[in-house]
């Protein structure tokens, strides 16, 4: 059963002001475990403008573009008039998993390259856990990975390796540094941690 437009505006609604509070104008650095048992990094981050692509909701740009989509979000100026629900069911299955995604660390236990026969989108990283992830692609300047999908899926099911994140860092765009530890992996021995150069400086969990 089709999810009805009035139900979608509130989640809509809601959802806006936590992606506002947790993510909007803010980086994300997962460090995580590779196949060797290295750590690695990839870091996001997350636009007014990208809230939009996150909800699977059908508007018409040429009025309302991304940012103005947000701003109305925000304003609680958003009506069920100015989108429309996916025919093929994209946005009930979105709709469901975001409001656990817009958290402070999306909730992701795990990240991995994107690899599906059976989910028809374009993405090329994907972060989260079991139950629902995040997909991240590379901005059409090539400068910085931004989010432009959720899915209820198993990360493990949808990337060629999920590997497991040690940690996740957060920070406002305009700060040099992170500082804030938003996700720490259970059991872990942070004496044998061994961060990549250009991270040295990040602290580690209290022992």
């Known amino acids: ?4 437009k009035g139900d979608a505006l509130k989640i809509i609604l809601e959802t806006a002001e936590c992606y506002e509070k947790n993510l909007r104008n803010r980086n994300l650095l997962f460090l995580y475990e590779d196949k060797h048992h290295n750590i690695d990094s990839y870091e996001v981050v997350f636009e007014g403008s990208n809230f939009l692509h996150l909800t699977g909701l059908i508007v018409d740009k040429s009025t309302m573009p991304a940012q103005v989509f947000y701003q109305r979000c925000l304003a609680k100026r958003l009506s069920v008039s100015d989108f429309e629900i996916a025919a093929d069911g994209t946005t009930e299955l979105k709709l469901e998993v975001l409001p656990q995604l817009v958290s402070t660390n999306l909730s992701a236990r795990m990240i991995g390259n994107f690899f599906s026969n059976r989910v028809r989108l374009y993405t090329e990283r994907i972060a989260g856990s079991v139950h629902a ?23 493990r099911d949808i990337t060629k390796r999920a590997n497991r994140i040690v ?10 540094l992170y500082t804030e530890i938003v ?10 941690l061994r961060l990549p150069k250009r991270y040295k400086y990040l602290p580690l969990p209290e022992k």
């Open 133 to 155: 992830c995040m997909g991240f692609v590379t901005d059409l300047h090539g400068q910085k990975n931004v989010p432009n999908t959720v899915l209820k899926q198993d990360v």
């Open 183 to 192: 996700y720490s992996a259970k059991k872990y021995d942070w004496d044998k």
């Open 167 to 176: 940690l996740t860092y957060r920070k406002a765009i305009e700060e040099e």
């Open 1 to 4: 059963m089709a999810i009805k």
